[in-house]
């Protein structure tokens, strides 16, 4: 497979290290000249110096050829061009785009690029499934498969607890994956017993929340 | 008409001040609180300090209701990226952006974005006053 990253702060360089080992090929695009230097020590011809939001640098980087274009600049509006540059002008068929201010998600949203990566929202999901502050937490978003991953707790005296997964009229467009009790995390099958204090992993369509949250929180 | 320019640099406040001129209402968005000196003392419009990628920017210059959208500032990215939001989130029916970098200017042209590229401009007047100068020193030879 071959990559092409643009942006060599941590997130591009980590990106194209792990690419390396295992074994594919990548050119990384950097136009600040000091962490150019920095870059090209470690990567050499691999590591391209220019504006990877400009054609021409795309172009001479061999980005029509790549299988994968990663934008992980620290501008959100670069990583969209980049994005929507390598996608419909060289045709590359697989786009990830790193969001910096989670308020321009939207932007990359309505422009389609997809996926994105998002440390702010990643952190708060984490935080959320570490000490969780509501009983439902969206742990992560298939956005091509416009498929949610949700975390929620098992709530006393909800119709959850006490019954077994079969026993639940889980709703069209959801399926429970795992649960979590203390610390163990077993894959959910019909005769799991759930209990108030568990924590189950659905993954589930879009607009779903309510009718979970009715089975495991009884609200 | 109800115009929101984005960029109060040289090209954004002349054109604001040229559409008021005209009679029509434009705000004016900019990072810069001093870009608002650029406009004349008794410029009626809002001045909207803030970068013009946030919505909430955006919808304080109230561009829901705009008739068009003018993206002029020094920025080719976020001019592409704020205009490209103006027509397909807000449904802008007419919007402009400045693109300094010809080959973006054109591949963005290609997809339906009406783009000026002040680059390309002057490229083809020097080339055009060049051409005229050689024509003129043949005949003089």
């Known amino acids: 497979m071959y990559a092409v990253i643009v942006g060599g702060g941590k997130a591009g360089a980590n990106v194209a290290r792990a690419l390396l080992r295992m074994g594919h090929e990548v050119s990384i695009i950097e136009h600040r000249p000091t962490r150019f230097a920095t870059l090209e020590a470690e990567f050499e011809h691999m590591a391209r110096c220019g504006d990877g939001t400009e054609l021409f640098v795309l172009e001479a980087a061999g980005t029509a050829r790549a299988d994968v274009c990663i934008a992980v600049t620290g501008d959100d509006e670069d990583n969209i061009i980049i994005g929507q540059l390598s996608r419909d002008y060289f045709g590359v068929a697989n786009v990830v785009a790193r969001v910096n201010d989670p308020r321009n998600q939207e932007h990359f949203d309505l422009l389609g690029i997809a996926p994105t990566v998002c440390a702010t929202e990643s952190i708060l999901a984490l935080i959320e499934h570490e000490v969780p502050q509501h009983s439902l937490v969206h742990l992560f978003s298939l956005r091509r498969e416009n498929l949610d991953i ?42 799991t017993l759930l209990a108030a204090g568990d924590q189950v992993v659905a993954i589930a369509e879009p607009g779903r929340e309510s009718d979970l949250m009715e089975i495991f929180a009884g609200d | 008409m109800f115009v929101v320019v984005v960029g109060c640099g040289r090209v954004g406040a002349s054109i604001a001040q040229s559409l008021i001129d005209d009679g029509h209402d434009v705000n004016v968005i900019d990072q810069n609180a001093e870009a608002l000196g650029r406009l004349g003392d008794d410029f009626p419009g809002h001045f909207i300090q803030g970068p013009a990628l946030e919505t909430t920017v955006l919808e304080r210059a109230e561009i829901e209701r705009a008739d068009a959208f003018v993206a002029a500032t020094n920025g080719d990215n976020t001019n592409i990226v704020i205009a490209q939001v103006a027509r397909d989130r807000y449904q802008v029916p007419f919007v402009i952006a400045r693109v300094l970098d010809p080959s973006r200017a054109k591949f963005y042209a290609e997809q339906g974005l009406t783009t000026i590229c002040p680059t390309r401009t002057a490229i083809e007047m020097m080339e055009s006053a060049l051409r005229a100068f050689v024509a003129e020193s043949a005949e003089d030879a």
């Open chain 1, 150 to 191: 949700l975390e929620i707790g098992v709530v006393e005296g909800s119709r959850a607890d006490g019954a077994t997964v079969g026993e639940l009229s889980i709703p069209d467009g959801s399926l429970v994956i795992s649960v979590l009790r203390n610390r163990v995390g077993r894959v959910a099958r019909p005769d």
